[in-house]
């Protein structure tokens, strides 16, 4: 968060959160906001630190000592350029040539929770808004989209690269796309493994606020005033929304096991594709590759 920003407080509540090594909290008194950011190592992918520290954190919120007027989560990131790279691709490697589908399927779920939980907003009263600058691939996007609000800054690109290594995106990308955009455009989507910009995505209607660079926080900010001019009446609508076309749990589960097939029976050339991709994306981050 840029040091402009006023009323912040970092939270060093030793009992909850200095365990945290891939994640960083704060809270916006001012707008009863929660932010945490990723911070994952070597690269900034869900890795299963990551995943874990996330899914405690939920667990967390509203417990004594922690403030109890929070209405807001906002997800983002601290690596420049970069919000997501997608699924742990150096675990999913090594998991793929030891033959460990129970491996591939506990990461894959522990995915989908924290998905899950996310789009259901904790199953509690918050509006979950994600924050990208920079670019969201693969798992990445599929965490991005499925906040109830999703800004990104224009120069932020999305995709979902997992075809070029001969898998798809399994953990969420087809339910929550097809529900904003049918399912003839999130097939081509995936199936295309093509970025797209943060403007294309919001003529889509996949990006919610387009907001200029450098600008997200704040459009962040613009978003939360509007909301709480009416905040019962966004919450009851996008509740009435998921009604009418809701993503079950057993949906995300019988894809992603789906998925977890499908990654034991990539090749020897897959994985080296894939090894490809890990290291090109580790030097856009600057970050040595592990």
Not at 58 to 69: A, C, H, I, N, S
Not at 82 to 88: A, E, K, P, R
Not at 163 to 176: E, K, R, T, V
Request: hydrophobic share 40%; proline share 3%.
């Amino acid at each position: 968060m840029k040091q402009t920003l006023q009323n912040v407080t970092q939270l060093h509540h030793d009992a909850y959160y200095s365990n945290y090594t891939e994640l960083e909290i704060q809270y916006d008194s001012d707008y009863k906001l929660a932010w945490y950011y990723m911070d994952a190592k070597p690269r900034l992918c869900c890795s299963p630190t990551l995943i874990g520290e996330i899914q405690h954190w939920y667990g967390e919120l509203g417990k004594p000592g922690y403030p109890d007027d929070v209405r807001y989560i906002a997800l983002a990131s601290r690596v420049p350029g970069v919000f997501n790279l997608g699924g742990d691709l150096n675990l999913f490697i090594d998991l793929i040539r030891n033959r460990d589908r129970d491996g591939l399927l506990r990461y894959a779920i522990s995915c989908v929770d924290t998905l899950y939980t996310h789009y259901t907003h904790l199953d509690g009263d918050f509006t979950t808004i994600t924050l990208v600058q920079g670019d969201a691939l693969g798992g990445g996007m599929e965490f991005a989209i499925s906040a109830d609000v999703l800004v990104a800054e224009r120069s932020a690109k999305m995709g979902m690269p997992e075809i070029l290594f001969n898998l798809f995106p399994g953990m969420g990308a087809f339910s929550l796309l097809s529900r904003k955009v049918g399912e003839v455009q999130a097939e081509r989507m995936i199936l295309s493994g093509c970025l797209y910009t943060a403007e294309e995505l919001h003529e889509m209607g996949i990006v919610d606020v387009l907001a200029e660079d450098g600008q997200g926080e704040e459009a962040v900010f613009d978003y939360i005033h509007r909301e709480e001019r009416a905040p019962n009446g966004y919450r009851s609508f996008r509740n009435a929304k998921k009604f009418c076309n809701r993503i079950s749990y057993a949906e995300l589960e019988g894809i992603t096991t789906a998925w977890a097939d499908a990654a034991l029976r990539l090749d020897d050339r897959n994985l080296r594709m894939m090894e490809r991709l890990v290291s090109r994306q580790s030097a856009r981050t600057g970050r040595a590759h592990n």
